[in-house]
């Protein structure tokens, strides 16, 4: 075991179920205005022990935050299921189920500052749906996803009817790069990362660019 920071105490996890079931946060009706590590529920699974892993998955914590970068397993599914609306998820599974990822992309709500990065590859039909729940929030939210095409070939613009969701022109347009401002006055940015990993950003226009 690792060095842990005299702030933290190492608990079991009987006594980290007591904890949670006396903590329980009452669920809300409203989603939060945006994303704050202070305020929201974070789960955080890495490799390791693969036993606890599985075990703090099948105690259905209510995190509204998850970062997974652990291998799918039935607990995972089974967790996402159960799960209730997630504003900030990073999931590094490379063999989900596909009824898994709409799972997620349905669990997601974008919010200020809300983020979503999926390594599993998405198809066209996931990508539209995912892209055109971010667009009609308005929210500043950043995604990145995987795609189970190639991107090497087709130009940006051409994936996505941009013009429908902004009808001003593009700010910029390149093969891997495109700007547009929408009615919102958000600025909304797309980038081709690798030919297969896109990049999606919404922000006020002062943001910089981050890969």
């Not at 036993?51 to 089974?78: G, Y």
């Amino acid at each position: 075991m690792g060095y842990i920071p005299s702030r933290y105490k190492e608990i079991t996890l009987d006594h980290l179920q007591k904890l949670v079931d006396f903590i329980r946060p009452v669920k809300n009706k409203r989603h939060p205005l945006r994303k704050d590590y202070f305020s929201l529920c974070f789960l955080s699974l890495h490799p390791g022990s693969e036993w606890i892993n599985e075990k703090v998955l099948s105690m259905r914590l209510p995190v509204d935050s998850v970062e997974l970068w652990i291998d799918a397993s039935e607990e995972m599914e089974q967790f996402f299921e159960s799960a209730g609306f997630l504003y900030f998820v990073s999931c590094r599974a490379s063999d989900m189920k596909q009824h898994t990822i709409d799972t997620i992309l349905e669990k997601f709500s974008p919010v200020d500052n809300g983020f979503l990065n999926i390594t599993m590859s998405l198809n066209i039909t996931q990508v539209n749906k995912l892209f055109e729940k971010c667009a009609l929030s308005e929210k500043k939210v950043a995604v990145i996803v995987s795609t189970s095409f190639s991107m090497k070939t087709i130009a940006l613009a051409d994936l996505i009817d941009f013009g429908k969701y902004y009808p001003t022109k593009a700010v910029r347009e390149e093969r891997t790069y495109l700007r547009y401002l929408d009615a919102s006055k958000l600025e909304f940015r797309v980038k081709n990362l690798n030919g297969r990993r896109l990049k999606w950003q919404w922000s006020d226009g002062i943001v910089p660019w981050k890969v």
